[in-house]
């Protein structure tokens, strides 16, 4: 097989579909309020053999906050439920504009699994182009070899560490969302949650990471150039946070590209912070 890098194209996924060593996630997922389902979209129609990854499920079912990181136990499992072990290259891709993809992205690298690659352009790019679907439900396929689950604590942040780099401004901290939820002019999609941003962070909202005529992931020029004028540091660590730790992971996932890898998602993100009272907020 030939060598796949962070980011696939569709050519590359193409010749390697019926290779044993690489399995194929989709990882499209929805707020409540959208009324959506990203399984049910997903089986009226996907990549060919592709898996489902539920962004609910991969989660720690006794945690009250959304889809938070579950234990090394239960993701091992969940992954070998999908196919993956250790020597599995995943190839993820979503359908609503790589807003999701990048949480799967970072949670098998969170867990020590650096062999995944991100789908450039996703479902409507492989569609559009005539490529190979089928609709249904997930096909069970056994992984190769085991996954061993082996978390990289230097990948993830919590409130804690948050709140003691506050007044130090040890952390340079950027936010994902859109300009309105930052600047605490929009409400915010959950009930309950106040409107604003952690004091001193940056904002850089996801989706300017890919460019809305293509739906691929902007050059690494171009994503050097927009966390500069995001007023980030690319040679200092960075941690990227969003409204529950989605897209925050494809910031981490842009800095990657760009060869930062001193990142790590808050997981809790803002429907952490900003449903708290005892946190600080700026508009």
Known sequence: MSEAGSLVTAEWLEAHLDDPGVRVVETTWYLPTDGRSGRAEYESGHIRGAAYWDIDGIADPDDPRPHMAPSPAQFA????????????????YDRVGMMTVGRAWWMLRYFGHDSVSILDGGFDKWTAEGRSTESGPQSSRPAPDAFAAEPRAERISDLD???????????????????????????????????????????????????????????????????????????????????????????????????????AVYDGSWSEWGMRTDTPVET
């Open 161 to 263: 560490r948050i709140v003691a780099s506050l007044d130090g401004a040890a952390l340079q901290i950027l936010d994902a969302r859109a300009p309105g939820r930052f600047a605490g002019t929009e409400p915010e999609p959950r009930p309950g949650c106040r409107s604003g941003h952690i004091p001193g962070s940056r904002n850089l909202p996801y989706n300017r990471l890919v460019n809305a005529e293509t739906g691929e992931i902007r050059t690494p020029e171009e994503i050097r150039a927009l966390f500069a004028d995001a007023g980030i540091d690319v040679g200092r660590p960075v941690t990227t946070t969003c409204g529950s730790g989605v897209t925050a992971s494809l910031l981490a996932f842009g800095l990657h590209l760009i060869g930062q890898d001193d990142v």
């Open 77 to 92: 499992a969940q992954m070998g439920e999908l196919g993956i072990g250790d020597s599995t290259r995943v190839v993820v």
